[in-house]
């Protein structure tokens, strides 16, 4: 195979990174402190909404495992979250000894169904155990319905985590994803919009919990001259090194939006009238389009249409398997309606990166058009 290799969402450097790690090498802050944390957390907060607190911390998954941390999440607990994830969502529920309660999605969004989510809080509060708190997820960067969501936590008395990971970027009714819960987290892996190589955050409403969660993210040191320690913590704080890369990325945060939005477009553009639908933009809602996905008409045809892209050496993935459906989570308990897994079955993520080039793009669509020949 000589055709370069199209990778489904690879990093994509603005160029200032290495000015940024420059940086922190010239201030000697070369460890889990120092200005480039403070300035990407500054910009985070800036972009995301200047009354809320970031804490950058080393991986997304880390910051769901705080997040439930800070919400009191204990051995025995129960906690609900969308089936329809990457499992780096859910790991964090079982580090802790608690139950995840699986719940499916709906149609729209492809994100939780907020009428099955009321459906599993009433059904497992009456067998004995009030759920402890919502995974919610903009899977792919399409914003989950909020609102819905929201009211439900709220008439039960639950606190939501909202995982951003994919969202950053992503809007709903005029407030980014990331600020609609009672935590959110981003992550900057490198596959996702914006990268550090690795990292993530915590969103939270206070200052006090940005020091709570600073305190957890650095072995929760007791103040004292000597090392003492009441309580269980973890080291999770993202490295500054790893921030100036963060602060990179900042700069282009936009143009990456708008390079994997352009990207949907044109696929929706060139593919259309063929056997498969987009998922659709609900009103007054903007997605980030991070990965751009398509529902085929039947397994048979999205395997053709992978397989062709394989040969042609263009990475695609089929949507992402449900937890329910994993065989780690097999005993798991889970509210279904059959929606997640008709989407694995059926579903394509499109290489989405914000660096593909016009003749990648063509030699992509190029390739689909022939696997349905
Ligand atoms: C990537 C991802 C995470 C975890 O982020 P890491 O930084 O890789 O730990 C969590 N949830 C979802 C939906 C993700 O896609």
């Not at 329809?84 to 729209?108: M, Q, R």
């Not at 959110?184 to 490198?190: A, D, Q, R």
């Not at 529902?295 to 048979?300: G, Q």
Request: proline share 4%; with cysteine.
């Amino acid at each position: 195979m000589n055709k370069q290799k199209i990778y489904l969402s690879p990093p994509h450097l603005s160029g200032s990174e290495l000015k940024y790690i420059k940086d922190a090498f010239a201030s000697g802050w070369v460890a889990p402190v120092g200005q480039q944390i403070d300035f990407f957390e500054a910009e985070l907060e800036k972009v995301l909404n200047h009354n809320l607190k970031v804490v950058a911390l080393n991986s997304g998954t880390a910051a769901i495992h705080l997040a439930l941390v800070m919400l009191g999440v204990k051995n025995g607990d129960s906690v609900i979250i969308q089936s329809n994830t990457h499992i780096a969502s859910a790991n964090p529920i079982l580090y802790l000894g608690a139950k995840p309660i699986f719940v499916d999605s709906e149609k729209n969004t492809w994100n939780i169904d907020p009428e099955l989510l009321e459906t599993a809080i009433v059904t497992e509060t009456k067998k004995g155990k009030k759920p402890k708190a919502i995974v919610v997820v903009h899977l792919y960067g399409m914003p989950a319905k909020m609102d819905e969501i929201n009211a439900i936590a709220q008439k039960y008395n639950i606190p939501v985590v909202e995982d951003a990971a994919e969202a950053l970027g992503s809007v709903y009714h005029e407030q980014m994803c990331g600020t609609l819960g009672d935590y959110g987290i981003l992550s900057f892996n490198g596959n996702k919009i914006i990268t550090t190589s690795g990292g993530g955050a915590l969103v939270t409403k206070t200052k006090e919990n940005k020091e709570r969660a600073i305190f957890l993210a650095t072995q929760a040191r007791d103040d004292a001259p000597h090392y003492q320690h009441s309580q269980i913590g973890y080291n999770y704080r993202m490295s500054n090194i790893v921030a100036g890369i963060g602060r990179g990325q900042m700069e282009v945060l936009n143009d990456r939006v708008k390079a994997r939005r352009a990207n949907f477009d044109f696929y929706n553009k060139q593919l259309a009238g063929l056997d498969f639908t987009f998922l659709q933009e609900p009103e007054n809602v903007f997605s980030n389009r991070w990965l751009t996905t398509i529902l085929t008409d039947s397994f048979e045809i999205r395997e053709k249409i992978r397989l062709t892209l394989d040969k042609e050496n263009i990475e695609s993935r089929p949507l992402w398997k449900p937890m329910h459906l994993q065989p780690v989570f097999e005993d798991e308990v889970v509210y279904t309606n059959g929606v997640s897994e008709d989407l694995f079955n059926r579903g394509l993520c499109l290489p989405s990166g914000s660096n593909l080039s016009q003749l990648d793009l063509n030699r992509i669509v190029k390739a689909i058009k022939q696997s349905l020949n």
